[in-house]
């Protein structure tokens, strides 16, 4: 066999390249044309094409491609390629090191990590996030910031920020946006206490959060518009069963089925879907029973939505398409959120001269917690008795018909 200086590497002689006795594992052959690009021979068979340069003090060797699966010439190719870049002052070691580091930490493998530890807590006694919390910030996470899903998380910095909580206010809503910052905020944290990052580039961001509070709540007018402008379809039922109920969003957008006890007019809201950790009973009026009786007609295990994983989804276009029905009614409305309705039922309770203990129990407001320890009355004829009151009010301003006609 020729010198392993002076071999002119083929494919052909590449394959009947083998060590002897005498030889190290590992041995590497260089090309007698391109001094600096060889193969390196192990005794298990494998074979690696290289390319060595010297780049600063340093002696380097890039490993690039195992014989099977590129052949001499473009293997050459490919080291001429690495030394052309080495004459332009570049180290492609350390750029293939980086770029590797740069995969390792991208920010959608940090999201997976920070999620899976949300479910299966590391430390002893922690409970796992509650599946609502959970699915919320999974949204904020992988949805609002998918622009960065595969961007390295150390390249993440505070501009990046503030471009996306502005780009998430302008297409979501500040409340979104400011829930998104919310969550990325507490998952840098996690990174940075967890040495997987230097500082949390979110905390430094002082736009996010800053939102007065919303003191938005619909005038009997403004409900009698909203109502009328809903269609008999799952998104129209839902904003009914909000102003209804004083449900949040979620708890009626995601309801099954099985929280429904027709027979005692009851929905039990159990404490994994509660934003507090607190069950809540929802006595169910005429009004609400006809709604969700017509709604699960065609369901099979959740009361809206169309899947069996988690419910009704396409929030932001439904609502969308309810506010251009209104103003292509003629209505001008000053801007709303479905939250608003929460409030608007808070507010017109109280208007009612609802006290104001029921209309925190309406609302599943968790009391004081003195009250929690001794007082434990659950107010469900109370409840009930307000939920009618408001009902009729709702079916006076809306159809000018007796009490639970509205529906």
Not at 136 to 142: G, N, P
Not at 160 to 182: C, F, M, N, P, Q
Not at 193 to 209: F, I, S, T
Not at 282 to 289: F, H
Request: hydrophobic fraction near 40%; charge should be positive; glycine fraction near 6%.
């Amino acid at each position: 066999m020729a010198s392993p200086a002076n071999l002119k590497l083929t494919d052909a002689v590449v394959r009947k390249l083998t060590l002897s006795d005498d030889m190290p594992d590992g041995k590497i052959f260089f090309d007698k044309d391109l001094p600096r690009f060889g193969v390196r021979v192990w005794r298990s068979g494998r074979k690696f094409w290289f390319c060595q340069y010297r780049f600063g003090k340093k002696t380097k060797k890039e490993s690039f491609a195992l014989t099977t699966e590129k052949t001499a010439e473009q293997a050459r190719d490919i080291a001429k390629d690495i030394l052309a870049h080495v004459r332009l002052g570049r180290d492609p070691v350390a750029e293939r090191q980086q770029r590797q580091a740069d995969a390792e930490d991208r920010f959608s493998l940090l999201v997976a990590s920070y999620l899976h530890e949300k479910l299966h807590p590391i430390k002893p006694g922690k409970k796992p996030m509650r599946s609502r919390s959970y699915e919320e910030v999974k949204r904020h996470l992988e949805t609002h910031c998918a622009t960065f899903a595969n961007k390295p998380i150390r390249s993440i910095t505070k501009g990046d920020v503030a471009d996306l909580y502005k780009d998430i206010s302008r297409k979501s809503g500040a409340g979104a946006a400011s829930h998104t910052w919310g969550s990325l905020r507490a998952m840098m944290d996690w990174a940075v206490r967890n040495d997987k990052l230097e500082r949390n580039v979110a905390a430094l961001y002082d736009g996010g959060g800053t939102n007065p509070p919303r003191d938005r709540k619909l005038s009997d007018a403004e409900i009698a518009i909203i109502w009328k402008a809903c269609r008999d379809d799952q998104f129209g039922n839902i904003v009914k069963l909000l102003l209804l109920t004083g449900a949040r969003r979620d708890e009626v957008g995601h309801m099954p089925i099985a929280e429904i006890d027709f027979e005692t007019r009851e929905w039990v809201l159990p404490e994994e879907r509660a934003k507090n950790g607190r069950a809540h009973l929802v006595p169910l009026t005429d009004a609400t029973l006809a709604i969700l009786k017509k709604a699960v007609e065609a369901q099979d295990t959740f009361v809206f939505g169309y899947g069996k994983e988690r419910g009704f989804s396409g929030w932001s276009k439904a609502k969308t398409a309810l506010d251009k029905r209104i103003a292509a009614a003629g209505h001008k409305l000053e801007p709303w959120t479905l939250h608003d309705l929460r409030r608007t039922f808070a507010t017109g309770l109280q208007r009612l001269k609802v006290e104001p203990h029921i209309i925190e129990a309406c609302l599943n407001h968790a009391p004081p917690k003195l009250q929690r320890t001794y007082q434990l009355h659950d107010y469900a004829d109370e409840k009930l008795a307000a939920l009618k009151l408001w009902a009729d009010h709702l079916a006076r301003i809306v159809t000018e018909q007796p009490a639970e006609a509205a529906a």
